[in-house]
């Protein structure tokens, strides 16, 4: 097909980009819920570990979809409210995961208020997926899910070369130090 021939389908090329971003986070979506889904609810560093190593994997086989929704941003092109949704299910995901860790900490409390401009309002909003949660408990979750982002990207682009010599046993240690963060430990 040429690529005039790509008009008949999208009315723009910000459309095109679109309807890819929303394709490539749906997939990664789906994997990492299906690899997630597919663990016991109870073992939350198995959870953790497969989500995890789902969007790894996925990125791995997928890397011009996963450079173009994690890569440098493309040009002039501003994504639409329609790919909040697709974009939000591994978060989702992790947010999960994060929260029955969080409810099954013995001391959970009330835990650190945060400077305002921290985190965005909408992450603890009623009915977000991280409401009533500490403060402190949810900047652990996001540096979570931008470490595990930061983890795959430096492996997928090259960037760990002269670093770690083994990218497997890299990503297991890291995964495991992050999900401490998070309080979750290797053996729940």
Do not use: K
């Not at 670093?163 to 430990?185: L, V």
């Amino acid at each position: 097909m040429s690529s005039s021939g790509m008009y008949r389908y999208f009315a723009s090329r910000d459309d095109l980009l679109t309807a890819l971003i929303i394709d490539a986070y749906d997939a990664l979506g789906s994997c990492v819920e299906r690899a997630e889904e597919a663990i016991d609810r109870e073992d939350l560093f198995a959870r953790w570990q497969a989500a995890t190593a789902a969007v790894r994997s996925w990125a791995r086989a997928n890397p011009q979809e996963y450079g173009l929704v994690f890569g440098s941003p493309v040009p002039g092109y501003a994504a639409p409210q329609d790919t909040v949704v697709p974009a939000a299910r591994v978060p989702l995901v992790l947010a999960a995961i994060l929260r029955d860790a969080y409810g099954r900490r013995p001391n959970a409390g009330e835990g650190t208020r945060l400077a305002p401009g921290v985190i965005h309002p909408t992450l603890v909003a009623s009915g977000a997926p991280l409401e009533g949660l500490p403060d402190d408990v949810v900047l652990d979750g996001l540096m979570a899910w931008v470490a595990l982002f930061g983890l795959v990207s430096f492996e997928l682009f090259g960037h760990l070369v002269g670093s770690a010599d083994d990218g497997d046993t890299f990503f297991a240690a890291g995964i495991e130090r992050i999900a401490a963060t998070m309080g979750i430990p290797r053996h729940t």
